[in-house]
């Protein structure tokens, strides 16, 4: 199957500081990813969605300014958290679809971040 | 109401039994129904895809799709101590662009 990496795995930062997570499509080219995040014990929650070369959609609630998404490339997009707190402490999960869109049996979904702000 | 509802378990249960794990959803517009596993740690891995009602069986696995009582099921045979881990179950409706919205996961141990 298709395989998605997202790098660093776990990160630690101090409160106020920015951190850059990046997810990449190994074998594919990924058209479409999505970012979401999960906090212990709850759902997985979309964030934003991201086509190569255009600006992310952002779901409600989510900050824009705060989570920066950068999809330059069919094989890479990077979640900025910037100024983080405390509270954006959580797991950090990215997903890729080949298809504009993104069905949910074309994602494939990477290993995760771990994200503690101190 | 939440739009999927999934108890969080813990559920345990001896090597070999059939688990039976379920979710209710309330949006009538799901389509699409899956079932992904999750293991400590790890992002999920999708086992099952099913579109609109009825079962679908892939080796030890066997989803149900109930649309008029919005209820799905997902159901492994001869569970084994490899199978514990955490199983979410998500769907999606394609009027929203193939949103996924998930359950809060059930955590599965199979004693062995």
């Known amino acids: 199957g298709a395989v998605v990496s997202q790098h660093p795995s776990r990160v630690i930062c101090k409160s106020g500081t920015s951190v850059k997570i990046e997810c990449r499509s190994l074998d594919f080219q990924a058209t479409t990813m999505f970012w979401y995040r999960q906090f212990p014990k709850q759902s997985l929650m979309l964030m934003a969605t991201?086509?190569?070369?255009?600006?992310?959609?952002?779901e409600q609630g989510v900050e824009k300014d705060k989570f920066l998404i950068n999809h330059a490339s069919l094989t890479l997009s990077t979640l900025t958290v910037t100024s983080a707190h405390p509270e954006d402490s959580s797991f950090y999960i990215c997903?890729?679809?080949?298809?504009?869109?993104?069905?949910?049996?074309?994602?494939?979904f990477g290993p995760g971040t771990r994200l503690t702000v101190l | 109401q939440k739009e999927v509802e999934q108890d969080p378990g813990p559920l345990s249960v001896p090597e070999g039994a059939i688990v039976s794990l379920n979710c209710t959803y309330s949006?009538?517009?799901?389509?699409?129904f899956m079932w992904y596993r999750q293991y400590s740690r790890k992002g999920p891995e999708l086992l099952m895809y099913?579109?609109?009602?009825g079962n679908k069986e892939d080796g030890r696995f066997t989803a149900q799709v109930d649309k008029s009582s919005k209820y799905i099921s997902l159901f492994i045979r001869d569970s084994q101590p490899s199978d514990s881990a955490t199983y979410l179950c998500?769907?999606?409706?394609?009027?929203?662009?193939?949103?996924?919205?998930f359950g809060k996961g059930t955590r599965l141990h199979i004693l062995p």
């Open positions: 949006n009538s517009a799901f389509q699409y």
């Open positions: 998500a769907m999606s409706d394609m009027n929203r662009d193939d949103k996924i919205i």
């Open positions: 997903s890729a679809s080949a298809l504009a869109g993104g069905g949910a049996d074309t994602q494939y």
């Open positions: 099913t579109y609109s009602s």
């Open positions: 991201s086509n190569e070369g255009s600006k992310a959609t952002y």
